[in-house]
């Protein structure tokens, strides 16, 4: 009768002990963090330092568009890109796992399996949250200006959480798949040329046919117009509707593809 309940708090406590790990891991190796934000950081400065000008003419608005006007429409974009930075990251984690032995071991001890896969996407969603703060600092100090209330920020936590742990299921299911670790980091590496493809950095209406299609289309877009209409106030129109959509659909798909990778691998 309380075979099933017990299976459940055991698989939580398991969980809540690879998080710990994940945890010491990150109190251990602060670069984690920084490594997570870096690459964003140059991008942002970049985008608002060397191009802000004559793309922030192009978005009109209110003084007809300049760098700041630039700032407040990139950010968000950059902070997508920081969640694939920092997916990456976990897909490196996985694999290292994977490869050096630690796995096996934990197979022979009592564990619940699915506590080590949650163990890492657990972890990864409170360093992708830091790296997402530093960020947002440094966006600060460059010119963003956010209208968002208390109301709006707590909302553009609660999409970054779930992107970030669709996209971290998707980037353990990767890291399985790899067969080294500089393979599982190459294999995540579209993930952060997605932002640039969607309307991150430039409207989608500025890009030829095929590419506008891929760019309207892809999840990176609804993901971005959801995040920049809670932090800016722009219309969201169906985009929290399909971002929604889309992380069911990956975090589902990444989350059952790990499992039956993870129960599939022999025991060594």
Known sequence: MNAVP??????FADSATMLRRQLRHMLRYPTLILTAAGVPVVFLLLFVYVLGGILGTGLGGPSGGDRDAYANYVVPGVILMTVATAAQGTAISVAIDMTEGIVARFRTMAIARVSVLTGHVLGSLIQTLLSIAAVIGVALLVGFEPTAHVSEWLGAIGVLA???????????ALAMVAKTVATASNMLT???????????????DTMPGGLKWFAEYQPFTPFIETLRGLLMGTPID??????????????????LWAKKLYNREPAK
């Open 6 to 11: 017990s299976a459940v708090s055991h698989a």
């Open 190 to 204: 579209p993930l952060m040329i997605l932002p640039m493809m969607g309307s991150g950095f430039v409207p989608t």
């Open 162 to 172: 779930m992107i970030i742990l669709a996209l971290t299921w998707l980037s353990v």
């Open 238 to 255: 169906n985009s929290a509707i399909l971002a929604i959509g889309w992380c069911a659909l990956i975090a589902l798909g990444g989350y």
